[in-house]
């Protein structure tokens, strides 16, 4: 490709509102632009990288057995409906209608099209396990687009869906996808973490995100200092110590406590440990009911996971006058003796204390020696707690928290959809028996962005060889104009009869502008022809991620090559 | 690919309401299925030939140097009011609104997304001219779609445009990409009429459509039999020989005709030629004005025609009483004294005739010896005359009607967008100019239809070897079970190490059932593995569109495939 023909320039200007390194980067090396918030043009350049990451999660997914094929763009509004997907989706779901009056979703995932389509065949045991993908332009109507192709509102999506014979036969292939993801990502050059998940609306009991370590990314995590445990902020679980199970079970007591609203202010008052206060914060969730969730002191809430316990889609926090109209009273709420319309919700971690204090619902009124089951029965009860830098795993091992870019994820979706839709195979013993799925995506777009924030310099981009838009930058340094120009187009055609993919830079400009530029697109190979290393019969080769350069002789540029890209 | 592994079946079953042959075969075959009317899933088997048409396209566009980029699928409205297509495109415009109340366009053609993004950067004459392409998923909602993949409401489109410095220039590339069209689809078995055409809602002055002869197909065309002209009924121009343009005009006469309403009724009573008599037809347009179209009574109206001449989108007929009112009469319409508020029409035939006959606006009264300019004067006046078999093109040689199928198109577009859009390049001279510009379209989806349509037998489809799903069917027809799987295993794996695509038939079906899908299925060479072949070493190779077969010994494989696939 000669740099002189192609559509899209590079810039130094930077507008305001780009903060990410990749989004700079990919403006300024003319990759993409804006088209409206979260929604982008992918210049030439950016879809020849774009290109180079879909054959390579394309060679992989075939490699596992997976097969390609396509839905349509627009999904009829009743597939959704089956799965109540409509409702738990929201905002981010985008619809339109028909000349007719029908009403499509603009795809986001594809689990009930996949379904549809797998439906409208015959099939039995002989013909599981599959797994079948698609790469598709996916919507997702997101509140605040952002750092470019980090988070953006259409984008193409690799979504591939698994059915299984049962969990077993499940499990196999959710190992077998989890290292092939590790090894596209790897052959794209990201190293990722593996860490476990909330499934959001996609449904299902498990899941996993893949993640690569940069302080742009969104997913918040925590992983053990062994390693052995890696978990989203969401889901991640920690070791909840006992404290003083040995004590005697004391009476319950109300003394007066003319305090301020905080959790300290309860620590100074009763000169008791934080472990031992009652943390309680009342929500009001989409059906408008009252949430008590209740947990130790030294733990904060964590809303997904309280979401996820009782089963609901939308919390808010009651506002001071709602708890008062309860007959309770801000930073003096208790579970004990609680409106009985509330829903109490307790941490597990309160089975590792005794004798606790909190609230009395009265202003100025607290409870001493609050004892589980006998002053208060919750009607939920599991792991709600909000995990923290330095809490342990469940292990033992320290947790750290990181935070990163979400480039895949995998999911166990069990039965949650066949159930749903009625999607059966026949078994065996000639009985229908519903699917046991898994899905399993990666964000083109955003892995594309990704690979910019793990490989560049202050000079641009530096992008690994298998996913770079061309092998090699020839730059002609253009002296004399004639002979340089007949020397550059000579190894362009060398270049080219070899299959390497050359952006010739042909351009009237400067060696300055012309060697920025080359930075800036960050090419692996650079190849120069100047007046000087003509004199040589020889052109002048660096590689993007080095600073010596070296000139080779233009006789063996086919042999060098091969060296080259190989390395 | 083992036959086992693929997901999407073979069937016998035929859908009533399947009539195409191409969407008939496309069903069986397991490559399609319906997922809401016009909108398509594409199975494996689709989705490989689907993919080896686009590398095709992509192949043939670069060779002609186009680049390739992306634009979104949603199109930000105020592009689309910019050139008023929201208007102009009407019924078949599919929009979404996004959470913020932004609305958008699902993209049916992208030249106002194009044109926004060529905006975006400094492009000067050096630069020019480019043509820039993007395979992208397109929305149409189509009033009937039909036939499969003839005509949908969802398809992969690659619509290219072309940025040019003038008239002069951009004819070059009208040029070039005619070519380049001719030969892709050449290279996809199709072979292609180029018909004039009518630009719909595109816009400019120009265009044509690449039709490929079928029965099936919506378009009807025109070709002279010296094949030097061809045209879109639409558009087509005949030869209007001068009739009697010798006579002297007589003078203006109404007498009285008790006929019936029709052109015949006329004729009898008056003992006249049809062709002397004015042919009235009154049409109301989208702003409720009145058109009164009058023509030779031998030729009819065609409404595209009219539209195009006097700017209108839609026209409907009047009725007889919005007929009346007007103070006419229908049956007895005449542009001679009609009220003045209609917007008069001629077809250029009318001045091929003297002393013509026809209504006087009054029931059962006629006029003799209209002549145009003294009794009536159009507001405009043109070619607004329907071609029909047996015209002479203007260069005199008889028309025949055709009919196919559009699979692609190439446009001239001039500055129509350009300067509504104000789009600019900075010329030699330093000053700002319009682009003048073209743009060029081909229907994936439809032409891997025409492909079948083309290319099919009895028995099934015939793929030309180019868009096969794959190279190569290797069928095992087991009969002593290890024997005949060990050899069928073993040129699979010699097949598959030629880089030779394959889909082996191992599954447990009977040689009749295999036999009949690879028939279906339509991959161009079938290769056999049987005890019988097993015996002398050898496969059974035959080609799908003969019906010879031959045996060849499994170590001469490698060489006879070569011949093979080359033939």
Redesign the interface.
């Known amino acids: 490709m000669r740099q002189?023909?192609?559509?899209?320039?590079t810039t130094k200007t930077i507008p305001r509102d780009i903060k990410a390194i990749s989004h700079q980067l990919l403006y300024q090396g003319g990759f993409i632009?804006e088209?409206?918030a979260g929604?982008?043009?992918?210049?030439?350049l950016?879809?020849k990288v774009r290109d180079k990451i879909i054959k390579i999660v394309e060679e992989e997914m075939n490699k596992a057995?997976a097969?390609?094929?396509?839905?349509?763009?627009?999904?009829?509004i009743e597939l959704w409906k089956n799965t109540q997907r409509t409702k738990s989706v929201g905002?981010e779901l985008?619809?339109?209608k028909?000349?007719e009056g029908?009403d499509?979703v603009?795809g986001g995932t594809a689990e009930e099209?996949i379904i549809?389509?797998v439906k409208?065949?015959?099939i039995s045991y002989?013909?599981l396990p599959?797994n079948?993908y698609q790469f598709?332009?996916k919507?997702r109507?997101e509140?605040r687009p952002r750092g470019g192709l980090l988070r953006v509102?259409?984008f193409l999506m690799k979504d591939a869906y698994s059915f299984n014979l049962d969990e077993k036969d499940f499990k196999g292939e959710y190992q077998k996808m989890w290292k092939v993801y590790t090894k596209i990502f790897k052959r794209l050059g990201l190293e990722t973490i593996v860490v476990e998940s909330d499934n959001g609306y996609i449904g299902g009991d498990y899941c996993h995100e893949f993640v690569v370590e940069s302080e742009v990314g969104e997913s918040r995590f925590f992983i053990s200092e062994d390693g052995k445990y890696a978990a989203h902020e969401d889901v991640a679980k920690f070791k909840k110590e006992r404290k003083n199970l040995d004590e005697e079970e004391k009476r319950l007591e109300e003394v007066e406590a003319k305090r301020g609203k905080t959790m300290e202010d309860g620590v100074k008052l009763h000169r008791l440990p934080l472990w031992q206060q009652i943390k309680d914060v009342m929500f009001i969730d989409d059906k408008e009911r009252f949430i008590l969730a209740v947990i130790r002191g030294d733990f904060n809430v964590n809303e997904t996971k309280l979401r996820n316990l009782i089963g609901v889609n939308n919390l808010r926090y009651a506002d001071d006058e709602e708890i008062r109209k309860l007959g309770s009273e801000p930073g003096f709420i208790s579970p004990v003796g609680i409106n009985k319309k509330v829903i109490i919700v307790a941490d597990d971690s309160l089975r590792t204390i005794k004798n606790a204090y909190g609230g009395a619902n009265k202003k100025n009124r607290d409870l001493l020696n609050i004892n589980i089951d006998r002053d208060y029965k919750p009607h939920f009860e599991g792991d709600i707690a909000l995990a923290e830098e330095g809490f342990l795993s469940e292990q033992g091992s320290r947790l750290r928290e990181g935070r990163g870019i979400e480039v895949g994820n995998i999911f166990q979706l069990g039965y949650y959809y066949s159930k749903k839709m009625n999607a059966t195979f026949t078994d065996k013993d000639g009985k229908e028996k519903f699917y046991y799925m898994g899905c399993y995506g990666i964000g083109i777009d955003r892995t594309l962005a990704t690979i910019i924030e793990k490989h560049h310099d202050k000079k641009g981009m530096v992008w690994p060889a298998p996913v770079a838009p061309y092998d090699v930058h020839l730059i002609e340094i253009r002296n004399q104009r004639d002979k340089t120009r007949g020397v550059a187009e000579r190894v362009y055609n060398i270049l080219q009869s070899l299959n390497i993919e050359v952006l010739y830079d042909d351009r009237?400009e400067s060696a300055g502008v012309k060697f920025a530029d080359s930075d800036l697109i960050g090419i692996p190979i650079r190849m120069v022809v100047s007046e000087k290393t003509i004199e040589k019969d020889s052109v002048e080769v660096k590689r993007r991620d080095e600073d010596k350069s070296r000139l080779i002789k233009i006789d063996e540029i086919e042999r060098e090559m091969d060296k080259a890209i190989k390395d």
């Open positions: 002189s023909r192609l559509f899209g320039k632009r088209s409206a929604r982008y043009y992918f210049l030439p950016g879809i057995g097969i390609k094929l396509i839905t349509p763009v627009l999904h009829p905002f985008m619809k339109v028909d000349r029908n499509f603009l099209m549809d389509l409208k065949f015959n002989k013909d599959f079948i598709s332009q919507f109507d509140l509102r259409e009237d």
